[in-house]
């Protein structure tokens, strides 16, 4: 017997199983990863995946780490439009956190030089608090 294929879901239940999805694993995550992580609840066109990615950028319920080529849920919803993340080389943790004076002032530079800012999002690429001891030794 053919194995029954999932129903169409909508797209706010795609958006749900991808954000979730993005919470759940606790890293970063390409699209084709988060395919892989949610072909068996029937998500596995990166068309449908990279539709559902953008409306979550759009309504501040995710991040696209433009260094890792890779998204991540967002941790401070209140910001939308701007975030900054700490992403480690070593072990690859990331973490987000919300700076209103370093966002005010880079937008206020930006006005300064006749330019208008429609997102901002900060990546700081280094090592990790564990990571640093583990080379320190």
Not at 21 to 32: C, E, I
Not at 64 to 71: D, G, Q, T
Not at 97 to 102: R, T
Not at 115 to 122: A, D, G, N, Q, S
């Amino acid at each position: 017997m053919p194995k029954k294929l999932p129903k169409r879901r909508s797209a706010p239940d795609q958006d749900k199983l991808i954000v979730d999805a993005l919470r759940d694993v606790g890293k970063p995550l390409s699209a084709y990863e988060i395919i892989d992580h949610l072909k068996e609840k029937g998500l596995s066109a990166p068309p449908t995946v990279y539709r559902a990615l953008n409306r979550l950028i759009e309504d501040g319920l995710a991040h696209r780490l433009e260094s890792l080529n890779a998204f991540v849920a967002c941790r401070h919803p209140h910001h939308k439009g701007t975030a900054a993340f700490a992403i480690c080389d070593g072990c690859g943790l990331v973490r987000e956190f919300h700076e209103a004076e370093s966002v005010r002032r880079l937008d206020a530079a930006a006005v300064e030089a006749g330019f208008t800012v429609k997102e901002m999002t900060i990546e700081l690429r280094g090592r990790c608090k564990d990571c640093e001891v583990t080379v320190a030794r």
